[in-house]
Nanobody, 115 residues
């Protein structure tokens, strides 16, 4: 089992920045890809960004150029740096870890962008 705990969400004005963190614990060697998803009210959960063990990254079109995903393997932590935040970035952000035949989710952290 793998446990994922997010932090760093909050209220920020449009144009501002936030950095989300997700600490992984447990059988972390079974996790190959870490990532962030988000879910806005009334919408489906959507991919934001992922990062592999080799630090290969993928981004949703909405995140490209504004968000940066990174990981610190020594700290078992994945980060999501979010800049130039927009109202439409308001959502609950979830950390996820994926391995062979397994998938893990954190409890989510709320990000609210105000005008």
């Amino acid at each position: 089992q793998v446990q994922l705990v997010e932090s760093g969400g909050g209220l920020v004005q449009a144009g501002g920045s936030l950095r989300l963190s997700c600490v992984a614990s447990g059988n972390i060697f079974s996790v190959y890809v870490l990532g962030w998803y988000r879910q806005a009210p009334g919408k489906q959960r959507e991919l934001v960004a992922t990062i592999s063990r080799s630090e290969s990254t993928t981004y949703a079109d909405s995140a490209k150029g504004r968000f940066t995903i990174s990981r610190d393997n020594a700290k078992n932590t994945v980060y999501l740096q979010m800049n130039s935040l927009k109202l439409e970035d308001t959502a609950v952000y979830y950390c996820t870890g994926q391995g062979i035949g397994s998938e893990y989710w954190g409890q989510g952290t709320q990000v609210t962008v105000s005008s």
